[in-house]
T-cell receptor
Framework: DAGVTQSPTHLIKTRGQHVTLRCSPISGHKSVSWYQQVLGQGPQFIFQ???????GRGNFPDRFSARQFPNYSSELNVNALLLGDSALYLC?????????????FGEGSRLTVL | DQQVKQNSPSLSVQEGRISILNCDYT??????FLWYKKYPAEGPTFLIS?????DKNEDGRFTVFLNKSAKHLSLHIVPSQPGDSAVYFC????????????FGQGTELSVKP
């Protein structure tokens, strides 16, 4: 079975641009969460979607948005990029055990903003 | 407001000995605590978890201890192996918010042969 897949794996953008990151959860998983990991820190929660509805939002500005599609894949969008948005963006999916916090992470999309 | 803290950025242990990684938290409302392991260029991998109603959970070489009164948990790895070298993250969540994990800063474990 394929794990959580994310694309692209690496990308470089300039300040002010927009970026879209994509995630496909493990087959059968209906919950997708997004995290931002800055170098030297732990992952920080951005969003959770379950059954295409937003279930949680972390302390991030409105420049960050996300959505989940009928096939449970998800997109994270970031507008008006800042240098501080440079980070590893992780997607995680959860199955029937999602409420226990056991999440399965993808390898991440590394975003560099110049 | 760092609700989950790992105060040791790094730990070095000899192969075969015990590795003890520590984690402190401030929010008494957390229901689950988890440990994740992360290798470079990979996403975090779930290792072991513990419910707040328990004080110990064991899985092979890995044991997690929870001290609720001290708001402290620890991960013991016995015996440590070179393949255990990675960054270990402690995380916490509330019931029905399983997709929202609060992570610590991580501890980089190095197991030397």
């Amino acid at each position: 079975d394929a794990g959580v897949t994310q694309s692209p794996t690496h990308l470089i953008k300039t300040r002010g641009q927009h970026v879209t990151l994509r995630c496909s959860p493990i087959s059968g998983h209906k919950s997708v969460s997004w995290y931002q990991q800055v170098l030297g820190q732990g992952p920080q929660f951005i969003f959770q979607y379950y059954e295409k509805e937003e279930r949680g939002r972390g302390n991030f500005p409105d420049r960050f948005s996300a959505r989940q599609f009928p096939n449970y894949s998800s997109e994270l969008n970031v507008n008006a990029l800042l240098l501080g948005d440079s980070a590893l963006y992780l997607c995680a999916s959860g199955g029937h055990l999602a409420n226990t916090g056991e999440l399965f992470f993808g390898e991440g999309s590394r975003l560099t903003v110049l | 407001d760092q609700q989950v803290k790992q105060n040791s950025p790094s730990l070095s242990v000899q192969e075969g000995r015990i590795s003890i990684l520590n984690c402190d938290y401030t929010n008494s409302m957390f229901d689950y605590f988890l440990w994740y392991k992360k290798y470079p260029a990979e996403g975090p991998t779930f290792l072991i978890s513990i419910s707040s109603i328990k004080d110990k959970n064991e899985d092979g070489r890995f044991t997690v201890f929870l001290n609720k009164s001290a708001k402290h948990l620890s991960l013991h790895i016995v015996p440590s192996q070179p393949g255990d070298s990675a960054v270990y993250f402690c995380a916490a969540s509330k019931n029905n918010q399983g997709g929202k994990l609060i992570f610590g800063q991580g501890t980089e474990l190095s197991v030397k042969p």
